[in-house]
């Protein structure tokens, strides 16, 4: 499954100001894989995401979203393969009510009225949702807005979920609901956070990022455990992790 497949080489990526996004970004996650990627702020762990997503592109290097490379190009079908939920709901959530937010992309994508009534129903109905159809989503709760943007993304059945940050802002209740989720997605995904105890419980496998660099890469279990490795990445140990 190829298009499941994504391969990042020597990425580099610099702001209008000057600030160093990517310096050299390899990696590649295949089928099936949860990836999280860690870091402090200005690590660049959102700068990645924006490329995965097309939002931004690389000023060196490739990256490879199946079989597709990102290019100006060929942006409508590597948006058909990611899904990105952003860090802030509201950013996806523009619409009168939640159905035409969740129907708003299949609808795009060509389909009919009738089939994109389906698909958003089964997004809501998968994020436990479907009692919000006709609400507004500036009425909503911030887990339920984190729920309706992932539904806006699974409508569009992508085969790779890329996140960022999922449990800002969210309540323990809605964050452990969004865990349980998210474990029955069996796609890639790729979940940005500060999270470390969410990465325990969804990522087998870890990247971290430290001033635009890929510092490790490995099994997430023995990244956490180094002490040494997260100073230098000023990230703590999940707190499953830390002695009372």
């Given amino acids: 499954m190829s298009h499941h497949i994504i391969e990042a080489n020597d990425l580099h990526f610099t702001y209008p100001d000057g600030t160093v996004g990517l310096d050299g970004i390899s990696f590649r996650i295949s089928h099936g894989e949860s990836v999280a990627v ?21 000023s060196k290097g490739r990256l490879r979203i199946g079989d597709t490379y990102l290019e100006q190009k060929t942006l409508n079908i590597v948006r058909r393969t990611v899904g990105m939920v952003f860090q802030n709901p509201d950013d996806q959530l523009f619409m009168p009510t939640v159905f035409d937010d ?20 089964d997004a809501l109905k998968t994020v436990g949702a479907e009692h919000l159809r006709n609400r507004p989503p500036y009425k909503l709760s911030q887990g339920e807005k984190r729920a309706v943007s992932i539904a806006t993304v699974l409508s569009m059945s992508p085969d790779i979920l ?51 660099k890929v510092t490790a890469d490995g099994e997430t279990l023995k990244l956490f455990q180094d002490e040494g490795l997260l100073n230098r990445s000023s990230l703590e140990k999940p707190l499953r992790t830390q002695q009372c």
């Fill in 102 to 121: 969740v129907a708003f992309g299949p609808l795009n994508l060509g389909l009919t009225y009738l089939e994109a009534e389906r698909k958003a129903m």
């Fill in 38 to 58: 860690v870091g402090e702020n200005g690590s660049g762990k959102s700068t990645l995401l924006l490329h995965l997503s097309g939002c931004l592109f690389a």
């Fill in 162 to 212: 890329v996140m960022d940050e999922p449990t800002s802002s969210l309540d323990p209740k809605s964050r452990r609901k969004l865990i349980e989720l998210l474990k029955t997605f069996r796609h890639s995904k790729i979940i940005a956070t500060h999270d470390l105890d969410m990465a325990m419980d969804l990522c087998e496998r870890t990247i971290v990022l430290h001033q635009g």
